[in-house]
């Protein structure tokens, strides 16, 4: 984890944020939202940076969530924490 936030702070993978996910070799990557790239971009991007770093690492999921998912996931979010103190 520590090689992939040195990577975020050298500017390859700039904003991001990650996270142990599973064993000590799966780490979990948020990257700061761009409307200029689509998923293909993205992930040559994170594969690039990666492989800077290991050259057999690989991302193996891709997820992109949209304005209109995170939007219906705070009102979600807000009605659950309403009825929770209701």
């Known amino acids: 984890m520590e090689v992939v936030a040195s990577q975020a702070?050298?500017?390859?993978?700039?904003?991001?944020?990650?996270a142990d996910f599973g064993s000590s070799r799966e780490v979990a990557i948020r990257l700061p939202p761009d409307p200029t790239q689509d998923a293909t971009a993205i992930r040559a991007k994170l594969e690039s940076a990666l492989q800077s770093i290991d050259k057999s690492a690989q991302v193996e999921q891709l997820e992109i969530v949209g304005p209109q998912v995170g939007s219906e996931l705070k009102t979600s979010a807000s009605w659950a924490l309403f009825f929770t103190l209701c």
């Not at 702070?9 to 990650?18: E, F, M």
């Open 9 to 18: 702070d050298s500017g390859k993978l700039q904003g991001s944020a990650g």
